[in-house]
């Protein structure tokens, strides 16, 4: 067992490449894992809920199931992408999945997939999680980097990785159901802080003679010039070592932050998205040392 990720497992090991296989859920995301599996050739069936969001897909040859319990006995190989961990109840309550593996791609948490992995156990069903890192537009589209994070029994995940890469690449995340979707919100969390604070410098400029556009290739820059942190946070993590390679110590970004506070209010701009790291790094300053990076954070965080 491992739980290093494998990354875009597109080579055919145990499996046609034409094996078969049921879609459920044919929304914004469904429809394009569709058309991703009905262009490598994969013989596919399809349900959803509303029927005509099929109809596309049938003129390019899927076979249309007309209920679920049909899509379901349909083939052995079933993929989940219903909206939220309570459709799933909602579409596969009471159904016979003896036999079946089930492939869970709906963006749920940790709990929700381990939860799930033994509901499938109780009707039968083999179950891989799945967490999905890529917006409908990737789909089928490697050179945009798709790919899916995968969690469950590693020898479930190889008799099917070959047709679960037709869509995006595979990154198999251990045997732990619920680590997919543990990968997928740890890199949708770090997204939504960037996002925010994206936010707040837009709305730093709002109002001055600073165009968006012209701001926007220097944020980019940046912060992905700031990415590269990221790796040596993990060191100090896993050396225990928070004041390694510190070139920006905590005592100094402490200090420093009041003039991002002062900004703020100059420019007549809320530091609600601000003020709540801040908090935490004066909180590290007290009780760690102050040359430390920002690692101790991580701690905090901790419940
Ligand atoms: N879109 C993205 O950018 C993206 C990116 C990564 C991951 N994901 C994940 O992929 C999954 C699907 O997303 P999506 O973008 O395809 O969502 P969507 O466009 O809103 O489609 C939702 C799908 O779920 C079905 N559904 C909702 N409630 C249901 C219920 N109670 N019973 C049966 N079917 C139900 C809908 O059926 P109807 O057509 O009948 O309404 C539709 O097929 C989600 O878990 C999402 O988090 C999406």
Redo the contacts with the bound molecule.
């Keep these: 067992m491992t739980n290093k990720p494998v990354e875009n497992a597109s080579e055919n090991a145990s499996e046609s490449p034409l094996t078969p296989l049921t879609l459920?859920?044919?929304?914004?995301?469904?429809?394009?894992l569709a058309e991703a599996w009905l262009t490598a050739g994969h013989p596919l069936t399809v349900w959803?809920?509303?029927?005509a969001?099929a109809d596309a897909l049938a003129v390019r040859g899927a076979a249309v199931a007309p209920t679920?319990a049909e899509a379901v006995a349909a083939n052995r190989l079933i993929v989940v992408?219903?909206?939220?961990d309570?459709?799933?109840?909602?579409?596969l309550a009471g159904l016979d999945l003896t036999g079946k593996d089930l492939v869970n791609?709906?963006?749920?948490t940790p709990g929700q997939a381990r939860a799930r992995a033994a509901w499938a156990a109780r009707r039968g069903a083999r179950y891989l999680d799945g967490?999905?890192?890529?917006?409908?537009p990737m789909i089928g589209v490697p050179a945009a980097g798709p790919y899916v994070f995968y969690s469950g029994p590693s020898e479930l995940f190889e008799e099917h990785r070959a047709v679960l890469a037709a869509p995006a690449g595979t990154r198999y995340v251990g045997e732990d159901a619920g680590y997919a979707a543990l990968h997928?919100v740890a890199l949708l969390s770090a997204m939504y802080g960037m996002f925010a604070g994206v936010a707040h410098a837009f709305a730093l400029v709002r109002g001055e003679a600073v165009a968006p556009g012209d701001l926007a290739p220097m944020l980019s820059d940046y912060v992905t010039a700031m990415t590269r942190s990221i790796a040596g946070t993990a060191e100090q993590l896993e050396s225990g070592d928070y004041t390694k390679g510190v070139v920006s110590n905590l005592a100094m970004q402490v200090a420093g932050k009041g003039t991002l506070l002062r900004t703020a209010e100059e420019q007549g701009v809320s530091a609600e998205l601000l003020e709540p790291y801040f908090r935490l790094m004066e909180r590290r300053l007290e009780v760690g040392s102050g040359e430390e990076d920002l690692t101790g954070v991580v701690d905090l965080l901790r419940r």
Excluded at 25 to 30: E, K, R, T, V, W
Excluded at 81 to 84: F, P, Q, R
Excluded at 105 to 108: F, G, H, I, P, W
Excluded at 131 to 136: C, F, K, L, N, T
């Design positions: 459920l859920g044919l929304g914004a995301m469904g429809t394009a959803n809920r509303t029927a969001r679920v992408c219903l909206l939220d309570a459709s799933v109840d909602d579409a791609v709906v963006t749920s967490g999905i890192m890529a917006v409908p997928d």
